[in-house]
C-alpha cells in the first residue's frame, strides 16, 4: 500500500469522524437570546423584558444614518435593538448597580449575537460603559411603545 492510499483512507476517515461525530454542530451560527414577551390579563398589552449584554456604538458612525432613517447623535440617548419598533422607549438598567436610563430605539443592531442592544455613546456614559471593557449586563423593560403600535398587533 502507498503512502498515497494512506494518506487518502486516512483523510477520508477524518471527514467521515468529523460530520457523524457532530463536530459540524459548532461550525453553525448560535442563535439570538430568546426574547421575553409576557402578557398580562389585558392581552392588548404586552409587557417586554430582556437581560443580556449590551455594547455602544463606535464614534464614526456619528452623523450616519439609522435603520429608522433619522441621523445618529452621539449625544442623544438612543439605541438600536433587533426585534423592537422604531420609536419604542426602553428602560435599560445595569444588572449589578440598578442604575438605569430611557433610551428611543432608532436602528437595527447589534450585529453580534452575545449582545441584545447597543447604545448611543451618551447612553453608555451615563451607565458607566464607557470605561474599561465596553460590554455591560443590563436588564431592559419597554416602558412606551410607539403610537399606533398596539392596533397593528
Known sequence: MSVQSKYKITVGLLICLFFLGGWY???ESKPYPPLILQTSVDSSFV????TGLASYYANRF???RTASGERYNKYKLTAAHRTLPFGTLVRVSDAKTGKWLVV????RGPHNYK???DLSYE???QLG???GRGLLKVKLRVVEWPQGYQEKE
Request: charged residues 30%; hydrophobic residues 40%; positive net charge.
Open 25 to 27: 454542530n459548532h461550525l
Open 47 to 50: 409587557v417586554f423584558k430582556q
Open 62 to 64: 456619528h452623523g450616519r
Open 104 to 107: 428611543k430605539i432608532n436602528d
Open 115 to 117: 449582545r441584545i442592544i
Open 123 to 125: 447612553a453608555a456614559r
Open 129 to 131: 460603559l464607557t470605561k
